[in-house]
Every structure is written in structure tokens, then in C-alpha cells.
């Protein structure tokens, strides 16, 4: 099936420990994201590739280190894990938008994390 | 700079009751509007899209919404509420070209009350 998977869907650690999160696309699409979703529900953007070229990067701890081998992968790495890393990361991915228009995101199943 | 406001956190209707999502928004340049659905356990899927070429958009499983310039609203409804319809809803704004960001709104809880 063509879509945005990630993995693992669940991921439980221990505060001080890291750990990464693995996202793939089969859509074509040229720029991934990654997006933090709190206990709220509320959905705030962390960084963004356009063909493995780091284009947003938000005001992120540098304990969160995003990778993109290529423009169908995009990785995200973290060091010594906090409580308050604790949320649910969905990875998601579109065509990059030429001037005159804008493209949808397509979102991954998301990852939940828990720090214990 | 943009934002969306939405109205209602929780919203509950009974089975086959109009919904109606309320949806502000504030851009500086010409808006792009989506309406994003989240189930439990699920990542988000696009319900339907604004991008200027009509301002009524229809978009799946029966949901539309209009686009007010005057009142700076796109606020979703659907004409009878299904159970399946429970879920988050999400509206998001980006604009045109370039490096998109799309700022997405708190989100509203649907309840549908049989």
C-alpha cells in the first residue's frame, strides 16, 4: 500500500536513554516532516526536509537530531530522553509547493512515546 | 505570521444532527485552509482542502465547508452526524509556494450521541 509508515508505533525508555524513530514514504514526495502531538492533542511542527535538505527547524531541544538519508526517509534521533518527551511523534510527508499553490500533508500512523 | 482559532474544544450532537466545526483563521497573505480528521490511535487524514478555486469545498464522507474572506472562517459541517463521524478535528492554515508551514488549529473533539 502506498503511505507514510513508522516505526515502532510504540516505544517505552527509561529518562536518560535514546532513542530513534524510523519514517518511510512511498508517495513521491519530495519534503517530510516531523510533528509533536502532546496530551492535549495539540500538534506543533519540529522540522522539515525538502529532498534531504533540513528546511524548518523549529525551536527544538538539540537533544532531537532529524535525519534524512533520502527524500523517501526521514529519521529522528534522541539523546537523554526527559519526562516531557513523553507525546506521540507523527512523521508526515508532501510535494514541496511551487509559488501559486499548496499541498496536503500526508501523516503517519504516529509513535507513541513514553519516558518513564 | 498565521493562526487558526478553534471554537469548542469538545462538541456533542446526536446521531443524524447537523455538525458544525468552527474554524477562524489569521494570515497576513492570501490563506490555504485544510480540515484534517484523527481517529483514535491514528494519524490524521485530509477531509477536504481550500485553495481558492471555489469557496465551497465538498470533502469525503459527506463533509463541507465554506470559506468567509469577510468573516476570516471556514468552518466545517455535515448535514446528519454518523457514529463513525466521533473523532478529532483539526483545521490548518499554510499559504502558497515556498517553505510551507501549516499551522494547525488545537483541535475539536466530535461526539456523536446515539
Known amino acids: 500500500d502506498t503511505a507514510v509508515s513508522q516505526t515502532p508505533k510504540y516505544l517505552v525508555t527509561q529518562m536518560g536513554n535514546d532513542k530513534s524513530i524510523k519514517c518511510e514514504q512511498n508517495?513521491?514526495?519530495?519534503?517530510m516532516y516531523w510533528y509533536k502531538q502532546d496530551s492535549k492533542k495539540f500538534l506543533k511542527i519540529m522540522f522539515s526536509y525538502n529532498n534531504k535538505e533540513l528546511i524548518i527547524n523549529e525551536t527544538v531541544p538539540n537533544r532531537f537530531s532529524p535525519k534524512s538519508p533520502d527524500k523517501a526517509h526521514l529519521n529522528l534521533h534522541i539523546n537523554s530522553l526527559e519526562l516531557g518527551d513523553s507525546a506521540v511523534y507523527f512523521c508526515a510527508s508532501s510535494l514541496f509547493a511551487a509559488s501559486g499553490k499548496s499541498y496536503e500533508q500526508y501523516f503517519g500512523p504516529g509513535t507513541r512515546l513514553t519516558v518513564t | 505570521a498565521q493562526s487558526v482559532t478553534q471554537l469548542g474544544s469538545h462538541v456533542s450532537v446526536s446521531e443524524g444532527a447537523l455538525v458544525l466545526l468552527r474554524c477562524n483563521y489569521s494570515s497576513s497573505v492570501p490563506p490555504y485552509l485544510f480540515w484534517y480528521v484523527q481517529y483514535p490511535n491514528q494519524g490524521l487524514q485530509l477531509l477536504l482542502k481550500?485553495?481558492?478555486?471555489?469557496?465551497l469545498v465538498k470533502g469525503i464522507n459527506g463533509f463541507e465547508a465554506e470559506f468567509k474572506k469577510s468573516e476570516t472562517s471556514f468552518h466545517l459541517t455535515k448535514p446528519s452526524a454518523h457514529m463513525s463521524d466521533a473523532a478529532e478535528y483539526f483545521c490548518?492554515?499554510?499559504?502558497?509556494?515556498?517553505?510551507?508551514?501549516?499551522?494547525f488549529g488545537t483541535g475539536t473533539k466530535l461526539q456523536v450521541i446515539p
Open positions: 490548518a492554515v499554510s499559504h502558497s509556494g515556498g517553505y510551507q508551514k501549516v499551522t
Open positions: 481550500y485553495t481558492s478555486a471555489a469557496t
Open positions: 508517495l513521491g514526495h519530495d519534503t
